[in-house]
């Protein structure tokens, strides 16, 4: 709290705190069992395909589990008194301004003002949010398919790989837009970005902040920090 | 630069909740989509969508074995008048039967109009003369850890074969070959791959993916009764 700067008022060296350590926390543990059920979900997709057959029931298990504790890592960070920042920025994936809902629908040539996320990182994140949902119950339908009619589990097959692929496609996304926006992908391990940065890619967010600085908030006023 | 905010809606919470009634409504008619679109681009982009037409590998062991044309044995022992051991080529020098049927797994997945070509297990148990006191089959693979289980009447019915081709090629390894069990009117599971052995026996043994759970009769209608009227099946 000693080191609380006003944006406008300091240097361009400073920082401002995007993701918080519960938020990294998050991000990282979902990314990690995404990986871990891409990777078991090839073998298992594509069957013998590499010629070799894979102690198959060892990788359904590690792909059921990491299935199972997928939303784990986001429920933690959401509830709890560590969430506060994790669940404003939910708040900011679910309000929408009419510039947003335009950029999304011009495909991003329509001018805005961008929050702490433009609208294609909103997107993403509520792709990834409900892909989640959609997984865990088409993937729980087939683990546990003596409750379902054959046509249903034709469809939780139909869906659960569908959408699989589509999640794939997102993430590979994610990761190009990432590795091409290296500010940002710093952010999610160091938690802050440069302030130059966040007027040029979040200034409504910036602004938001300084309203809240110059408002004495004591919520905002802490993420700021050298 | 305004600095008020503007009015927001909750675009978030209907993207959200749409997208996963869309996957509700996948999960409702995906069974169908699949089979229009696999009717439709024929099998060809079928196999290549995502959930389309196509088998899964399934192995218990983490291997196939590799049983050569050569090397293959069937034996036949058990409540039997004739133990037997048959050759590859005894198996072909039989009267065959072929058809198409679709396959279909316990789990979802199917692949359809899937040919098969082999030899009636009826004819087989005619020729090695089952006892009178049998009353089941107990079938044991190549992998030394799947078995499967038929009673005698189920091993009797028509499009029950001990199968040496499917795709209009012999069996692949990958798909049990060179010999596998096809019981054409039952989920997947019970077409036991790598076909080794059938011992006559006098009680249902149930066998490997039963004692995981799965029901002794699968039968593709959904019921598991010893018995299945459905004309529909077979």
């Keep these: 709290m000693s080191t609380v700067t006003n944006a406008m008022s300091t240097g361009s060296a400073n920082r401002v705190l995007r993701f918080d350590q ?25 069957g013998s395909f590499f010629g070799i057959v894979l102690a198959r029931h060892t990788v359904e298990q590690v792909h059921l589990w990491s299935g199972l504790s997928l939303p784990i890592p986001l429920l ?12 404003r920025d939910i708040r900011r994936f679910n309000y929408w301004t009419r510039d947003e809902v335009r950029w999304i ?49 034709e469809g939780a097959t139909f869906v659960h790989d569908s959408l699989a692929l589509a999640v794939v496609m997102v993430i590979v996304g994610h990761l190009a837009m990432a590795f091409t926006h290296v500010d940002a992908l710093r952010s999610m391990f160091t938690g802050t970005v440069g302030e130059r940065w966040a007027r040029i890619h979040a200034p409504a967010w910036l602004a938001e902040l300084d309203r809240e600085g110059a408002a004495g908030s004591d919520d905002d006023s802490s993420t700021r920090e050298r | 630069m305004s600095t008020l905010p503007e009015p927001k809606k909750p675009v978030g919470r209907r993207v959200f909740i749409g997208m996963v009634a869309v996957g509700a409504l996948g ?28 088998f899964r590998f399934y192995s218990i062991t983490g291997s196939n074995p590799k049983v050569s044309r050569r090397k293959y044995r069937l034996e036949v022992s058990g409540l039997v008048e004739r133990p037997m051991t048959f050759t590859l080529d005894d ?11 679709t396959f279909q797994c316990v789990t979802g997945w199917k692949v359809p109009d899937v040919e098969w070509r082999g030899v009636q297990l009826s004819h087989i148990l005619n020729l090695v003369g089952v006892q009178p006191e049998a009353v089941a089959l107990s079938f044991e693979s190549y992998d030394k850890a799947d078995t499967e289980s038929l009673t005698i009447d189920q091993a009797h019915l028509p499009d029950v074969i001990v199968a040496y081709q499917m795709l ?67």
Aim: glycine share 12%; charged share 10%.
């Design chain 1, 22 to 46: 519960v938020q990294r926390f998050a991000h990282w543990a979902n990314a990690a069992l995404f990986t871990v059920l891409i990777l078991t979900a090839i073998p298992l997709y594509f």
């Design chain 1, 76 to 87: 933690v960070s959401y509830v709890g008194p560590w969430g506060r920042r994790m669940r």
């Design chain 1, 105 to 153: 629908r011009t495909l991003g040539k329509s001018g805005l003002q961008a929050d702490k996320f433009n609208p294609g990182q909103k997107l993403n994140a509520l792709f990834i949010a409900a892909s989640i949902v959609v997984m865990l119950l088409t993937g729980s339908m087939l683990q546990w398919f003596r409750f379902f009619s054959v046509s249903q589990r």
């Design chain 2, 27 to 54: 999960v409702a008619i995906g069974g169908e989509v699949q089979n229009f679109l696999g009717n439709a681009f024929g099998s060809g982009l079928g196999g290549i969508l995502p959930g389309g037409d196509r």
């Design chain 2, 91 to 101: 198996l072909e020098a039989m009267p065959s039967t072929t058809f198409k049927k």
């Design chain 2, 168 to 234: 209009g090629a012999p069996v692949t390894t990958e798909h049990g070959g060179p010999v596998r069990l096809y019981v054409a009117p039952m989920f997947g599971y019970k077409s036991l791959k790598w076909l080794s052995a059938i011992r006559v026996v006098n009680q249902v043994i149930p066998g490997y993916w039963e004692q995981n759970g799965y029901p002794t009769n699968g039968w593709l209608d959904g019921t598991t009764g010893p018995t299945n009227p459905n004309p529909n099946l077979t």
